[in-house]
């Protein structure tokens, strides 16, 4: 079926460094995407959203890209902290059922001091 | 900051019990919503809410499952006979509207354990 997932499980990074978390969609149909960040035992967290009519959107440190000719959406994390050490995932949704998220497995990010 | 609030925490069940979830969602907010994380997996949608109606559910969410508005301020999942495999941790979320760009905030959830 209709599904959302990630290209990798896992992502160390030195402080400082860029991230590039990548996520691939096959709902062609998804209209509306959404970054989450989940810390341990909280719930998660918005990040950053991107809508189908664009391609980039950036907020503070953070950029999210989206190309729909290969369905691929990316979180970019600019001088990454140790604070930004979590589980991201990405959601994705469709038309009018904008709180049904349909969530990606998550990828553990790792930021080393 | 507002946040949405769930109580309990953690609770601990015998299998075939019924178990009652509680949310507090963000006061201003009119649009509600469960969603449960097995260990190890990805988070999945249960229901949503809105006007005192469920708006839509997943099939995940069949007859043992149940959501309430008891009254202004929470919003309940009931399980009516608890199972194995729902233990999971809950998260109930709020927004103020319903579409793109109507942020999700979410409650630190609920972890149930059925035994």
């Known amino acids: 079926g209709e599904s959302v997932g990630l290209h990798l499980p896992t992502l160390s990074v030195q402080e400082g460094d860029n991230s590039i978390i990548n996520c691939a969609y096959s709902?062609?149909?998804?209209?509306?995407f959404i970054w989450y960040k989940q810390e341990s035992g909280k719930g998660p967290q918005f990040i950053i959203d991107?809508?189908?009519?664009?391609d980039k959107r950036q907020g503070q440190r953070v950029t999210v890209l989206l190309n729909k000719t290969v369905k691929h959406l990316s979180l970019q994390i600019a001088a990454t902290q140790p604070g930004d050490s979590a589980v991201y995932f990405c959601?994705?949704?469709?038309?009018?059922?904008?709180?049904?998220?349909?969530f990606g497995q998550g990828t553990i990010l790792t930021v080393h001091p | 900051e507002p946040e949405v609030t769930q109580t309990p925490s953690h609770q601990v069940t015998q299998m075939g019990q019924e178990v009652i979830l509680r949310c507090v969602p963000i006061?201003?907010?009119?649009?509600f919503y469960w969603y449960r994380q097995i260990l190890g997996q990805k988070v999945e949608f249960l229901v949503s809410f809105y006007n005192n109606e469920i708006s839509e559910k997943s099939e995940i969410f069949d007859d043992q499952f149940s959501v309430e508005r008891p009254d202004g301020s929470n919003f309940t999942l009931k399980i009516r006979s608890t199972k194995l495999e729902d233990s999971a941790m809950y998260f109930c979320?709020?927004?103020?509207?319903?579409?793109?760009?109507?942020?999700?905030?979410f409650g630190e959830g609920s972890r149930l354990t059925v035994l």
């Open positions: 991107i809508r189908s009519n664009m």
């Open positions: 959601a994705e949704t469709i038309g009018t059922s904008y709180g049904k998220l349909t």
């Open positions: 979320a709020s927004s103020r509207t319903g579409g793109a760009g109507g942020e999700l905030f």
């Open positions: 006061s201003n907010h009119l649009y």
């Open positions: 709902n062609s149909a998804s209209d509306y």
